[in-house]
């Protein structure tokens, strides 16, 4: 085992980088990720490939973009009935979890999974609890899916994975195996009905009479309006616009969101202590971060970046937290600027337990992160910048610039790209796309894209020349207008 590092990758749910007190947020309480952050590396620059909880979850464990894995949008957990039985959607795709296991490490997903039916374990685990919902509809009371057996459990389920997590570890150690622990917490999550729940949890106190003055208050944005009109018209389901209306203004969500931010701190400092407890702590390389970001009402916005229409990535829906540290690998108190995605973990914990991936179906966009980790900057890390995808919109960001790319094919129904010098302007609220002041910027990033898509598509899954997500489409009707009434997202590829 000693030959090996183990890896404890925290995920959590719906969770802009600016949440946090070491992202420079004053009113929320996490001392300890800030101590983490204080302990090794903190990416400042750090982003999601989407801005949906399944596609964010696949692009992490196969290194891929949604056009190369085809999951652009959040699997419909409503459905579930209707799946194939044992479906998940990376059946049958190299994965961290495959991988790593192939190299004697102990697997492990221990939260919430929300890529297939939760029953039974995806391919790669050998260790399994989850819980029945990927749409996240309590904090507490939660059905839990463990190694096989099935129960109700009632507690918060922040406590309830980080306890699971460490017998996980405990048991890995008694036996001497290496291990990769995958700890996707279900929060801070940020939506009805878990937000707007009355129990108190212990850090609801702490945020009672807190302003929340880190949260904009601004006017509802018409794209979030028509956003939501156009899932209504395609849905069967009762959709409820209040929370999309009030919750930018209602301090009790707000207050409550803060509160389950601070929950998972505390299942942060909890796994911490027990690395340090069993003895480990020197070689494991321990990772936080995040699905992807969350609009708590900046741009008028509440939600994902595919709650507007067209989609954003503004900075609120884009932006993670990403800190990694371990002692004597991972110099401490050190950050990062370089825009990074948590895409590129994949490679980078590869890389980290001596493994590389097999790239040659498709070329991955995933980078290896570990040499900057050690101080070092990759010879090969190519342009500054990330990239992005929300179905109809694609992003590229640098330091300086970001540019929204509405896809211009048989029927782009009006909608504009947006260009910001995010440099002058952070808050990104001035639309340069189409000044002629502009045009060299615009045209050299609209190159990078383009290229950049070039080479990481694949046809079955590339929505821009006609191929078909995996199982759930936030934008149907726009497709079909595109493609024809032939156009249906699919289960699975051959």
Request: proline share 6%; charged share 20%.
């Amino acid at each position: 085992m000693k030959n090996k590092p183990n890896i404890v990758l925290i995920f959590t749910d719906n969770q802009q980088a600016s949440t946090l007190a070491c992202y420079g947020n004053t009113e929320v309480h996490t001392p300890n990720l800030d101590r983490l952050a204080s302990q090794g590396m903190k990416f400042e620059n750090a982003f999601c490939p989407n801005a949906f909880c399944s596609p964010c979850r696949a692009s992490l464990l196969t290194g891929s973009l949604p056009s190369q894995h085809g999951v652009h949008s959040w699997i419909d957990d409503r459905n579930m009935q209707d799946w194939p039985s044992g479906w998940h959607a990376l059946n049958g795709i190299q994965t961290l979890p495959r991988l790593l296991q192939g190299e004697s490490y102990k697997t492990a997903l221990v939260g919430k999974y929300h890529l297939g039916e939760p029953t039974s374990p995806a391919e790669g685990f050998d260790y399994w609890v989850t819980l029945e919902d990927g749409h996240v509809r309590s904090f507490y009371r939660n059905r839990i899916f463990d190694n096989g057996e099935v129960y109700e459990q009632p507690g918060h389920s922040v406590d309830f994975f980080t306890e699971k997590a460490k017998s996980f570890m405990q048991a890995q150690v008694a036996e001497d195996n290496p291990f990769f622990l995958f700890l996707p917490y279900p929060a801070p999550y940020g939506h009805w009905p878990a937000t707007k729940e009355p129990e108190q949890n212990r850090h609801s106190k702490r945020y009672a009479d807190c302003p929340m003055d880190s949260i904009p208050r601004q006017p509802l944005s018409k794209k979030a309006v028509d956003g939501f009109l156009k899932v209504q018209a395609e849905s069967t389901a009762d959709l409820d616009f209040s929370m999309l209306m009030r919750a930018p203004n209602d301090l009790a969500t707000l207050r409550n969101y803060y509160s389950q931010v601070s929950m998972v701190d505390d299942g942060v400092g909890e796994i911490m202590q027990s690395l340090e407890n069993l003895g480990i702590d020197d070689n494991t390389l321990l990772i936080f971060t995040t699905d992807h970001g969350l609009s708590v009402g900046q741009h008028g916005f509440w939600g994902h970046g595919g709650a507007s229409f067209p989609s954003n990535l503004h900075r609120a829906a884009h932006s993670i937290p990403l800190i990694v540290r371990q002692a004597g690998v991972i110099p401490s108190a050190q950050t990062s600027k370089l825009m990074v995605s948590n895409m590129d973990l994949y490679t980078t914990i590869l890389d980290h337990a001596g493994i590389t991936p097999d790239d040659s179906t498709h070329k991955l966009p995933s980078r290896n992160l570990m040499p900057v980790l050690k101080g070092e900057m990759p010879t090969d890390w190519g342009d500054d910048a990330v990239y992005s995808e929300q179905e109809e919109t694609r992003v590229v960001r640098t330091q300086k610039w970001v540019l929204f790319k509405r896809f211009d094919g048989p029927l782009n129904q009006g909608i504009k790209d947006e260009l910001y010098d995010v440099e002058n302007d952070p808050q990104e609220t001035t639309n340069l796309s189409g000044n002629g002041q502009y045009e060299s910027v615009e045209k050299e990033l609209n190159s990078l894209l383009v290229e950049f898509f070039r080479q990481h598509v694949r046809a079955e899954a590339d929505l821009w020349s006609g191929g078909m997500p995996i199982q759930n489409s936030m934008r149907r009707a726009f497709w079909r207008e595109a493609w024809g009434e032939q156009w249906a997202p699919v289960y699975e590829y051959e």
